[in-house]
């Protein structure tokens, strides 16, 4: 079931990427080459946040979207068509897709998860500048270094200042209710445009009003539409719903009431589904801890686990944890129990920043790590605005990579899910100073390795922690994840600042 994007060039539109043939599966360097049949591999549903254009990537498919009429996307959000949409937005597809990572698409949907007034921006609490929580008309929203931000920027949240405007926000519902955004936009205000989602708190039928956190709404029950087969007696029993209207204050008179996001995850009439969510319960299985058969929740479906289901290399069972960013692919059982054939990390977890020193194929080094580009990476600069692969900056412009740390052979890389490119020419003295946070895979008194880069690093570098504490700590098996500051070039690189970042067995 592993994708393989061998042997195949992908041309997508300005803003996104060109893949080149990737010399190898399953990474960038070595290995045996796998020609991909193009058989059809499924039939059903695709959700998950966009990646690129020239068609539409969804989890890592190029969704051909010729057969639709006008590329006509279905939304009371004013995304009425293809070309309305952005990368981050979570999008649902309706068709097929091919072993060799080609679709079809029948239908294209989407909905806002909210899209109104922000009442508070709160940067990081840790001063680790890692994410933002927006408090969108009562709802709490995490945006972080994978967030698509359109109309500001994210080193912009970070500084705390207050949003006059409105936002668009498409999200996944996190487990204690909260949201972690996909994509996110400034846009105009307009209190008679409003959609919010949420928590039912109370409901009063005989008032016709119920409340969602601060929100209380009302509706005329003859005027009020109801969608997805709800009707005003299903109001008292509902966990989470989506109001669209007017806002005054904290009063929303609702046009339209219906079910939340969960429902882009519903079955379709056919059995396939591959959706990208965060994880609402973590995976438990009937045996010992960590065996198989097991099950987690995410998107309001049920994940059954398998012998037979392949788990990504980057991920283990007990890695499977409430809020992770994972991609499953399988089958329903029924209406909300899927049988998972595959499950890959969607969820970041090294990174680097820097100048690019060289691009070619799908692959660019930025301070001696290799990335590899992929039909999930997304490609944006940080004012908002689109860029291709081959219009990347060299040795000019600071370039921050998320994305998930591979190992293939002795070559380890990073998967990049995101690609941000600074909106300004960095300073001629700043082009050799690189961050990156990775897993420790070598230590010594005179250096460390990560992310497949040996750095020159004596005691006086280590940060909060000593250099004695880490090399213990590495020498008794533990598996440790460094935050380091470098300069240099290719074959001298010198750590500036060492920081001990996680430690996953504590």
């Not at 051909?64 to 009429?69: A, F, G, W």
């Not at 089958?331 to 691009?359: C, W």
Request: charged fraction near 25%.
């Amino acid at each position: 079931m592993k994708r393989h994007f061998c042997n195949r060039v992908i041309g997508l539109a300005a803003g996104t990427v060109v893949f080149g043939a990737i010399s190898a599966c399953g990474g960038a360097g070595g290995g045996g080459v796998d020609v991909a049949d193009g058989g059809i591999r499924g039939t059903g549903s695709s959700v998950g946040p966009v990646s690129g254009f020239g068609s539409v990537f969804i989890n890592g498919v190029e969704f051909s979207t010729d057969d639709i009429p006008n590329r006509e996307v279905e939304s009371n959000d004013g995304i009425t068509a293809e070309v309305l949409l952005s990368e981050g937005m979570i999008l649902r597809v309706e068709g097929e897709w091919r072993d060799d990572g080609t679709g079809t698409a029948d239908r294209l949907s989407y909905d806002d998860t909210l899209r109104g007034r922000v009442d508070l921006v709160e940067p990081d609490p840790s001063g680790a500048g890692e994410f933002v929580t927006l408090s969108i008309m009562g709802q709490s929203v995490r945006v972080d270094r994978q967030t698509v931000v359109r109309g500001t920027t994210f080193a912009t949240l970070l500084g705390g200042s207050p949003i006059s405007d409105h936002i668009r926000v498409s999200a996944w519902r996190q487990a204690d209710g909260s949201y972690r955004a996909g994509y996110i936009q400034v846009i105009d205000p307009d209190p008679t445009n409003i959609e919010l989602e949420g928590s039912v708190l109370t409901v009063d039928t005989n008032l016709n009003e119920f409340t969602i956190g601060t929100i209380t709404v009302q509706y005329d029950e003859d005027d009020v539409s109801f969608g997805s087969g709800l009707t005003e007696t299903d109001l008292a029993t509902a966990t989470a719903l989506e109001v669209e209207g007017t806002l005054a204050g904290n009063l929303l008179t609702a046009a339209t009431i219906d079910r939340d996001d969960a429902r882009r995850f519903s079955r379709s009439s056919a059995d396939d589904i591959e959706f990208t969510a965060t994880i609402d319960s973590s995976y438990t299985s009937s045996g010992a801890v960590g065996t198989r058969p097991g099950e987690f929740t995410m998107g309001s479906l049920t994940v059954r686990v398998t012998d037979a289901t392949e788990l990504d290399d980057s991920i283990s069972l007990v890695d499977l944890a409430e809020g992770l960013l994972i991609q499953v692919e399988g089958k329903f059982l029924s209406d909300t129990v899927v049988e998972a054939e595959e499950i890959e990390l969607r969820d970041g977890n090294a990174k680097v920043k820097g100048v690019i020193s060289s691009a070619a194929d799908n692959t660019i080094i930025i301070g001696g790590v290799e990335v590899l580009v992929s039909p999930t990476t997304t490609f944006t600069v940080e004012d908002g605005s689109g860029i291709s692969f081959q219009a990347l900056p060299i040795s000019s412009t600071t370039v921050e990579v998320e994305g998930v740390e591979r190992g293939q052979d002795a070559d380890i890389f990073i998967e990049a899910l995101k690609v941000e490119v600074d909106d300004e020419i960095a300073d001629f003295d700043d082009r050799d100073l690189y961050e990156l946070e990775g897993r420790l895979t070598n230590i010594t008194p005179a250096s460390i390795t990560i992310l497949g880069v040996a750095i020159d690093a004596g005691p006086e570098a280590y940060d909060s922690n000593s250099q004695g504490e880490i090399i213990n700590l590495f020498d008794d098996g533990e598996l440790l994840i460094l935050e380091v500051e470098y300069s240099g070039s290719t074959n001298n690189f010198i750590a500036d600042e060492i920081d001990l970042e996680e430690n996953d067995d504590d």
